[in-house]
Nanobody, 128 residues
Framework: QVQLVESGGGLVQSGGSLRLSCAAS????????MAWFRQAPGKEREFVAA????????FYADSVKGRFDISTDDAKNAVFLQMNNLKPEDTAVYYC?????????????????????WGQGTQVTVSS
C-alpha cells in the first residue's frame, strides 16, 4: 500500500526557511513524478513544484521560482521541499503527491488529477 507522509511544517517569520519532507513507501517511485501542492483556506489546491524521481527537470510555480527547491533522496525514499524567503502568502497546507509517469508538460505536472497518491498534508504558517 502506497503511503506518503509529510513532515516539517510549522510557524515561521516572513523571510525565514522551512524544509518539508515526504516519506514515500509501498512501492518503487523511480518511474513516478513527485510533486508538492498547497491549499490555503478558501482556495483551491495549487501546484507548487514537481520532479521526476529518476532525474530530469524540476518544475515550479511562478510564485515560488527562485525561492523553493524540490529534490528526491533514493536512500531515504523521500522527497523534499526546501522553502526559503518565505512570505505570508505561502501560508497553506502543503501536500506531497505521486503520479505514475514522467510529466514533462505543465498541462500534466500542474494538475491534481494527474496524481494517484496523496499525503495527509502539513501546515505551513508564515507570519508577517
Amino acid at each position: 500500500q502506497v503511503q506518503l507522509v509529510e513532515s516539517g511544517g510549522g510557524l515561521v517569520q516572513s523571510g525565514g526557511s522551512l524544509r518539508l519532507s515526504c516519506a514515500a513507501s509501498g512501492r518503487s517511485f523511480r518511474s513516478y513524478t513527485m510533486a508538492w501542492f498547497r491549499q490555503a483556506p478558501g482556495k483551491e489546491r495549487e501546484f507548487v513544484a514537481a520532479v521526476y524521481w529518476s532525474g530530469g527537470n524540476t518544475f515550479y510555480a511562478d510564485s515560488v521560482k527562485g525561492r523553493f527547491d524540490i529534490s528526491t533522496d533514493d536512500a531515504k525514499n523521500a522527497v523534499f521541499l526546501q522553502m526559503n524567503n518565505l512570505k505570508p502568502e505561502d501560508t497553506a497546507v502543503y501536500y506531497c503527491a505521486a503520479g505514475a509517469g514522467y510529466y514533462n508538460g505543465r498541462e500534466y505536472y500542474s494538475q491534481t488529477a494527474e496524481y494517484d497518491h496523496w499525503g495527509q498534508g502539513t501546515q505551513v504558517t508564515v507570519s508577517s
